[in-house]
């Protein structure tokens, strides 16, 4: 009985939490539940990840349960990797789904090797990894020496702005973002630089967390996001407001129709999105044709 009344409890206070932040100034912008400045989102998004990035594993296990890395590994299958080609990875810093896109590709590779040498490609395959965060690719870095790929050619770590990106036009053959759109200060600007940089026919994959669709796992969730994962980081991480924060970020993302109609609004076409859990995480892609 004390479970169910802390759900409803809970239940009853986001209504109210989320409405703080409807009445938006034309100069202001979200910070989870809090409406700050638009020039000062980014340095407080970017002291969030500094703060985070020596435990950034440990937050995506208690953000989904550790699940994560089947949606990754679901996620890079959608994109149909090849050797050869430019890719760009945004606000991926630690190199999580880069090595992902980078094994497959070199799999492919070696297939191809033993199948039909005369079919490799002798295109170097280009990775950019490109995350505002500097301690962030410090930590993807690191992980890649940890995995022999220290020396690797095919990954370049890339300092950079998602809302203005210095990749020139039509340059990349495939666009990615994990979990870092809901973090940019205009979703809007991310999307259309993406549509920017992509070549004809490239394809602009999203991974992010966001709307549960049935009713009782939306109750469940909601009280493990707001009660648990808090009060885990600070047991765990010694900092219970940035893990506030990217809990509070999830319930600000648009729903997955409102999102999917944004991307088709930068230029995108076959704009599709798949749930993933019942829709606390969602798949969105997208062409430009």
């Known amino acids: 009985m004390a479970f169910l009344t802390s759900v409803r409890n809970l239940r009853s206070k986001l209504p109210s939490m989320l409405a703080r932040t409807c009445l938006v100034h034309s100069h202001s912008t979200s910070f989870g539940f809090k409406e700050v400045p638009e020039e000062e989102k980014s340095k407080m998004v970017g002291n969030v990840f500094s703060s985070v990035a020596s435990n950034y594993d440990l937050m995506n296990d208690l953000m989904s349960g550790g699940m994560h890395r089947l949606w990754k590994d679901r996620f ?3 994109l149909t990797p090849f050797p050869g080609m430019k890719h760009l990875d945004v606000a991926g810093g630690t190199g999580d ?3 992902r896109i980078l094994e497959k590709i070199n799999s492919i590779s070696r297939r191809a090797l033993t199948n039909d040498p005369a079919e490799v490609l002798n295109d170097e395959t280009q990775i950019y990894i490109c995350d505002i965060n500097p ?3 410090n930590v993807g870095k690191k992980r890649a020496v940890e995995r022999g ?10 300092e950079g702005d998602a809302e203005a990106l210095t990749f020139e036009d039509n340059s ?11 973090n940019v200060t205009h979703i809007e600007k991310a999307l259309a630089e993406a549509y920017r940089v992509l070549k004809r026919g490239g394809r602009f994959l999203c991974l992010e967390f966001s709307r549960v669709d049935i009713p009782i796992l939306k109750e469940l969730y909601d009280l493990y996001s707001f009660s648990v994962i808090p009060a885990v980081g600070e047991l765990v991480a010694g900092d219970r407001e940035s893990y506030q924060y990217l809990v509070e970020s999830i319930r600000r993302f648009p729903p997955q129709d409102k999102f999917a109609a944004m991307i088709a609004d930068a230029g995108f076409q076959k704009v599709q999105y798949e749930n993933l ?8 892609s997208g062409l430009k044709i």
């Open 149 to 158: 790929l220290g020396e690797s050619r095919s990954l370049k770590w890339v």
């Open 135 to 137: 301690n962030m690719l």
């Open 277 to 284: 859990v019942a829709g606390a995480v969602a798949i969105h």
């Open 97 to 99: 789904v880069a090595f």
């Open 172 to 182: 990349m053959d495939g666009y990615t973002i994990a979990f870092g759109i809901r």
């Open 76 to 78: 890079v299958s959608e």
